[in-house]
């Protein structure tokens, strides 16, 4: 019986990259509320200048509802906070805690050995030339679909993957 991998199939492809990357990484940010969706949140608030919670959630492509919960999660884990917005009272801003900052910093680290060892495989520069056409595509993908939600597409495609008759 042979083991090799079918040609040029992009789906297979991706699936294979995404089920690795996705089972290290939901290990590795086991203590974040909501493992990947949490980090990306946490990352977010921390990296991006997003003036509300409504911009967060469009921001990431997360349902406003979902994304109150979320919030609520990672403020209950000490990770963020609602402040007061100095521009309209009405708004709240979500500011990374102390605390927040210093577990992004140890995930992103993790996260980037668990990219180290999905790729460890490949130069450093094939590594590199992939992710930037991955991202550019996505970029594309995000602009023609702005609604779509990455975490549910994500979790989407590991559901149909791990039906039934496949295999781990």
């Given amino acids: 019986m042979s083991h090799h991998a ?3 199939n992009l789906g297979w492809a991706l699936g294979m990259v995404l089920r690795r990357w996705h089972q290290r990484v939901e290990h590795v940010l086991g ?14 608030v921390v990296h991006q200048d997003l ?4 911009a967060l959630a469009s921001h990431l492509a997360i349902d ?4 109150t919960y979320l919030i609520d999660e990672l403020e209950e884990a000490g990770l963020v906070e609602r402040t007061p917005d100095p521009h309209d009272r009405r708004a709240r801003r979500i500011v990374a805690t102390t605390r927040g900052h210093k577990v992004l910093v140890d995930a992103e680290r993790q996260v980037a050995d668990v990219e180290e060892f999905v790729f460890r495989g490949l130069a450093p520069e094939d590594k590199a030339t992939f992710l930037e056409l991955t991202q550019r595509t996505a ?3 995000r602009e023609e679909d702005p609604a779509t939600d990455p975490c549910v597409a994500v979790k989407e495609v ?3 993957s791990e039906g039934p008759n496949s295999r781990r």
Wanted: no cysteine; proline share 10%; charged share 15%.
């Fill in 6 to 8: 079918p040609a040029a």
């Fill in 31 to 44: 203590d974040i509320p909501q493992g990947t969706r949490g980090f990306h949140v946490l990352s977010a």
């Fill in 51 to 54: 003036p509300t919670q409504a």
């Fill in 64 to 67: 406003r509802t979902v994304m």
């Fill in 139 to 141: 970029n594309l993908i």
């Fill in 158 to 160: 590991l559901d149909l």
